[in-house]
Nanobody, 124 residues
Framework: QVQLVESGGGLVQAGGSLRLSCSASGRTFSSYAMGWFRQGPGKEREFAAG????????SYGDSVKGRFTISRDNAKNTVYLQMNSLKPEDTAVYYC?????????????????WGQGTQVTVSS
């Protein structure tokens, strides 16, 4: 069992930055990949970023590539999502997820624990 708690969401102007954090407890944090997904109004949940258990490998969705950076601190049981150059279309609820494997995966089916989500709103 894994418990995930996100923080860091909020309201920001277009072009600004935010950093999301996700604190994990339960299963050994360094044994599984982590991911960030997002769900905008009226949209399906989509993959934003993922990181392998060791942190050596990362993957990004096309819409955030070059603007978002995922990282993790296994000593602190925390994963981060640094979001730069934010756009109004980045507005969504952002969810932290714990993967079933050590390798990063982009499919929602590769994650079996989810946080409650944190709202990010980007104004134009």
């Amino acid at each position: 069992q894994v418990q995930l708690v996100e923080s860091g969401g909020g309201l920001v102007q277009a072009g600004g930055s935010l950093r999301l954090s996700c604190s994990a407890s339960g299963r050994t944090f360094s044994s599984y990949a982590m991911g960030w997904f997002r769900q905008g109004p009226g949209k399906e949940r989509e993959f934003a970023a993922g990181i392998s258990a060791s942190g050596a490998m990362t993957s990004y969705g096309d819409s955030v590539k070059g603007r978002f950076t995922i990282s993790r601190d296994n000593a602190k049981n925390t994963v981060y999502l640094q979001m730069n150059s934010l756009k109004p279309e980045d507005t969504a609820v952002y969810y932290c997820a714990a993967g079933s494997y050590r390798a990063v995966v982009t499919s929602i089916r590769g994650y079996n624990y989810w946080g409650q989500g944190t709202q990010v709103t980007v104004s134009s």
